[in-house]
């Protein structure tokens, strides 16, 4: 019996760095084993997605909560490389993951994409910290997040991402690229 497909969905595949991850899952080795979706807003896309075989699908934008959720609970892994600060629709997703894993009973998984200015610091926080130099290995870069005194949108949405995943136990993942200037 041969191994079902992974479906993959990829929010933001029309932007820099989700065109950089479409472009490299559909050169990796094992890409005849992916069914590979992409969430866009603009009909026009739809034909150079369809020409590469991916499958669009269209929708009016991260404010379609709803819309974010349902098309998310058809996908066993949702890359989230549209809006590093969108915590409502990267929630969705987690949920809409959620559903998928109740109706398979296999893992679903979120990968969103953040961004190194979660590390900022800014003069009225209590303690500088400009010269900290951070490790993913030794820092708790999460409770940093979780924890800072400054509202700040991409902290916000890692927060929530990694907080619903845990909630609805969702393997959630967050990569944090460096800022992309051009």
């Not at 929010?11 to 050169?27: C, D, F, H, M, P």
């Not at 890409?31 to 992409?38: D, K």
């Not at 629709?89 to 009973?105: D, I, N, P, Y």
């Amino acid at each position: 019996m041969a191994t079902p497909k992974s479906h993959v969905l990829i929010v933001g595949a029309t932007g820099y760095i989700g065109g950089s991850i479409l472009s490299k899952l559909l050169q990796c080795s094992s890409a005849a084993e992916l069914c590979i979706s992409a969430l866009i807003r603009r009909p026009e896309q739809a034909a150079k997605l369809q020409s590469m075989g991916v499958k669009p699908v269209l929708f009016g934008g991260l404010d379609e909560l709803e819309t974010c959720k349902e098309v998310a609970s058809q996908y066993d892994v949702v890359i989230n490389a549209a809006s590093a600060s969108h915590d409502a629709s990267a929630r969705a997703m987690v949920e809409g993951l959620h559903l998928r894993q109740k109706a398979t009973g296999r893992n679903a998984y979120m990968i969103h994409t953040s961004g190194t200015s979660i590390l900022g610091d800014h003069p009225y926080t209590s303690q500088s910290h400009k010269d900290k130099i951070w490790s993913d290995e030794k820092d708790d870069v999460f409770e940093m997040e979780k924890n800072h005194p400054e509202w700040y949108g991409q902290r916000v949405t890692d927060v929530s991402v990694v907080e619903s995943g845990q909630w609805l136990d969702v393997r959630t993942y967050i990569v944090v690229p460096p800022t992309i200037c051009g």
